[in-house]
């Protein structure tokens, strides 16, 4: 990415990019939730090939990412979810057109989460996992707070996030993408729900 100074308030940006890092390396390890912050963030730069420079990304090549990450992790389910949340902003903020065509990447995603050898199975313990009560005894899944690390890291990240807000400039306000802007909030409200998904809203 080419940075530009005229654009970026380092003041804020820098410590952003710090406490990312750091909220990373608190979660990463050998466990396979990594693999949903690489698929995401490859969700991302389709959006933004779309959305900057008009290039589409073909829907065999979602399903091949999405096919790949059916059969390493459930979280492609969730993300769904994120594409389907993208599509609906997408169809409201630019368009039929650019609407319809992340419906159809969310069709291939929901179809690519009955490709791997639980099916059907995959959706039911991903709803289980979500209304199990036995997720408030474990640390990962408890809300976030400033009393944890991972808290406090959100907090100050977002804080900082919304300031540098203030010092973006009327041309540069017209060109806030709000489909990313929502989903920005959606995500950071899923970081305080659960400490589990503090990185993914990062």
Not at 92 to 98: D, L, P, V, W
Not at 178 to 187: A, D, M, S
Request: positive net charge; charged residues 10%; proline residues 2%.
């Amino acid at each position: 990415f080419k940075l530009k100074t005229t654009s970026s308030v380092w003041v804020i940006h820098a410590p952003l990019v710090v406490m990312t890092f750091i909220s990373l390396s608190l979660s990463a390890g050998v466990r396979l939730q990594v693999l949903s912050w690489l698929g995401l963030v490859l969700i991302y730069f389709g959006y933004l090939q779309y959305r900057e420079h008009n290039k589409v990304w073909p829907l065999w090549l979602w399903f091949i990412i999405f096919i790949i990450w059916a059969n390493l992790h459930n979280s492609l389910i969730f993300a769904a979810v994120v594409i389907f949340i993208i599509a609906t902003l997408s169809l409201i903020f630019y368009g039929k057109k650019q609407g319809i065509y992340w419906f159809k990447v969310t069709f291939v995603a929901a179809l690519c989460t009955l490709l791997q050898p639980l099916g059907i199975k995959s959706h039911l313990e991903f709803v289980h996992i979500l209304g199990d009560s036995y997720k408030t005894h474990i640390a990962e899944w408890m809300p976030t707070t400033i009393n944890h690390s991972q808290g406090l890291i959100l907090i100050i990240s977002f804080t900082l996030f919304f300031i540098s807000l203030l010092f973006i400039s009327k041309e540069n306000l017209k060109k806030i993408d709000f489909v990313l802007l929502i989903l920005f909030i959606i995500l950071m409200l899923s970081g305080f729900m659960n400490i589990r998904n503090v990185p993914i809203a990062m």
